[in-house]
């Protein structure tokens, strides 16, 4: 078996993607049997895929014998050797932990508070604004990994013990709903964010891992929201990207009802892009992120916002925008504006091509 292919236990198996229920007919003549093979390969399509497709991970990596990944070669499945950052005073972080990978462009940010199933407060908020901008201007950073501390929580929204009538109050008289800050930032970052997903992904946790750019979910993981049970709703993102995301009508029902979903349901319902075993959530995340950095910088970059543009209006826009303002900098053409301008001559433009 590659080794890009997983597969997990079919008793993990959602109920509807179990065949067990498909029912059997008598086998009185072959003309009968061929029937109920139809049938069956029919059913099979349209049921949800069966664990193992779920964790088919990568296969063209493994399996393909073409040029580009003989030029290319495998994706190293290798533990990465981490170093602890500490904040720009030189301290430890208290609230999150912010580590990069030594000798490959990778930082990681987990939130610190296994014992609240890493419910944030606003000082945990502030703390993970500070990380994204560090790994945001470090160069040699390209990817970056959010997640929760521990296997029981990826995060479990606002601390509900600091709720206060105006938001969330820790160390401040007043209170902050500061999260909706760090969700911006997550999608106007020009890097890609992978949420790591291990055990619960709730509330304003599981908006968090929404508005990564791609979420890895262990096999222990589990979605939802619980805004309408415990008075609170996120009317911004946590609406308008899980409609995106599951459809209007499955994220009336999330919000609604507030249920909770498994990781293979999460999958099937689009939330995630790949379910793996617990003990294989790191490395799997680890390589997905080593594939993304044998790719081109700017084509990501210009790619993450082009496909938030629509979504975040003209902000998204400014974005995609921005984008292009920094590639064309970089042209003979805007430098013959730029210098122009210094000489104090006339550009001459005329020289560049109007291509069609
Ligand atoms: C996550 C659970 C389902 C886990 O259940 P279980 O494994 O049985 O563990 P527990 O024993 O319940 O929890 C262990 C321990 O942690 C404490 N805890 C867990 N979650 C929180 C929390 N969110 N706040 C405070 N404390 C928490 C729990 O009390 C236990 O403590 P002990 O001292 O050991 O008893 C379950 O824990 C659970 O359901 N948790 C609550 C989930 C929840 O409702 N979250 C809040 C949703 S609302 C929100 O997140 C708003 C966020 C926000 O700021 C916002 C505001 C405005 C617009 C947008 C947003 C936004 O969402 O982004």
């Known amino acids: 078996m590659p080794s890009s292919i997983l597969t ?42 069966s664990p193992s497709c779920t ?40 609230d999150i932990s912010y580590e990069k990978s030594v000798g490959e462009g990778i930082a990681k940010i987990t939130i610190n508070r296994p014992e609240r199933r890493n419910a944030f407060r606003p000082h945990t908020i502030k703390e993970l604004i500070r990380a994204f ?69 709730v509330g304003g946790g599981h908006v968090l891992h929404m508005v990564c750019d791609l979420t890895i979910a262990a096999d222990n993981a589990v979605f ?35 249920r909770f979903y498994n990781a293979y349901e999460a999958e099937k319902m689009g939330l995630v892009n790949v379910v793996v075993p617990l003990d294989k959530l790191e490395m799997e995340t680890l390589k997905w992120c080593r594939e993304i950095l044998r790719n081109s910088p700017t084509a990501i970059r210009v790619l993450k916002s082009a496909l938030n543009a629509v979504d975040d209006g003209h902000a998204g826009l400014q974005e995609l925008g921005g984008n292009a303002t920094l590639i064309f900098y970089g042209t003979e ?24």
Not at 32 to 45: I, Q, S
Not at 237 to 257: Q, T
Request: glycine share 10%.
């Open 224 to 258: 939802g929201q619980t805004g309408a049970k415990v008075g609170s709703f996120d009317a911004g993102y946590g609406s308008s990207i899980m409609s995106r995301l599951v459809g209007p009508k499955k994220a009336r029902e999330m919000w609604f009802l507030s």
């Open 55 to 94: 964790l088919q991970i990568t296969p063209s990596i493994a399996s393909a014998d073409d040029s580009y990944h003989r030029i290319h070669g495998e994706v190293p499945m290798k533990k990465a050797s981490w170093r602890v950052v500490r904040d720009e005073t030189g301290k430890e972080f208290t």
């Open 133 to 201: 901008n560090d790994a945001r201007d470090d160069s040699s950073v390209g990817v970056i990994i959010l997640t929760g501390k521990g296997t029981k929580g990826f995060c479990s929204g606002g601390d509900q013990a600091l709720r206060s009538s105006d938001g969330y109050a820790d160390f401040e008289s007043f209170g902050r709903l500061n999260v909706l800050d760090l969700q911006v930032q997550i999608r106007r970052l020009p890097k890609p964010v992978i949420a790591m997903v291990a055990g619960y992904a």
């Open 333 to 356: 053409e805007a430098n013959e504006g730029k210098k122009a301008y210094m000489e104090r001559r006339r550009p001459d433009f005329a020289k560049f091509p109007r291509r069609p």
């Open 8 to 49: 997990v236990p079919p008793a993990k198996a959602p109920a509807s993607a179990q065949l067990s229920r498909v029912p059997v007919m008598p086998d009185t003549s072959g003309k009968e049997l061929k029937t109920v093979e139809r049938r069956m390969a029919k059913l099979t399509g349209h049921l949800s895929p």
